[in-house]
């Protein structure tokens, strides 16, 4: 009967991995990269050089908004300032403080409403823009 854990220590060491089997090099694995897409060898020649926007009207919203709003504010806070503190009163800085206030909104809201709208691409002379000779027939000047 003391021959059973005797046993048991010999069935558990057949089933289990040899010790120097823990010791053995892992085998290789073909490796690959999770997100080739942030590879910039694999990437597309476009994105290569970083993104390309296509020229918009932003500047000239952006102008024209804060010239609108501009105005309008000088206007506005110079009558409001002209009502309250009288006929007489100098009321330039309101109407410079109103300016400024009115202008950067709506100079923003006019760059994100002039950004919406791309530009043209210009007409080349070659591309037919206009006669750049005269007819062989017309009379020249000396």
Same mark, same amino acid.
Do not use: N
């Given at each position: ?23 053995? !090099? ?10 080739? %897409?942030?590879? =910039?060898?694999? !990437? ?10 296509? =020229? ?7 102008? %024209? +908004? ?28 309101? %109407? ?8 950067? =909104?709506?100079?923003?809201? +006019?760059?994100?409403?002039? +950004?919406?709208?791309?530009?043209? =691409? ?21």
């Amino acid at each position: 009967m003391h021959l059973r854990p005797l046993y048991v220590l010999v069935a558990v060491l057949l089933y289990l991995p040899a010790p120097g089997m823990a010791q053995r !090099s892992a085998p290789r694995f073909v490796t690959y990269s999770p997100m080739p %897409a942030l590879d =910039p060898r694999h !990437s597309a020649p476009a994105f290569r050089d970083g993104p390309r926007y296509s =020229p918009t009207h932003w500047k000239e919203g952006l102008a %024209a +908004g804060a010239l609108i709003g501009g105005l309008f504010g000088a206007y506005l806070s110079h009558g409001l300032c002209r009502d309250f503190e009288g006929r007489y009163a100098d009321c330039f800085a309101a %109407a410079l403080g109103g300016a400024v206030v009115l202008a950067v =909104p709506t100079g923003l809201i +006019g760059a994100l409403i002039g +950004g919406a709208f791309p530009k043209r =691409p210009p007409q080349s002379a070659a591309a037919g823009s206009g006669p750049s000779e005269q007819p062989s027939g017309a009379l020249r000047s000396p």
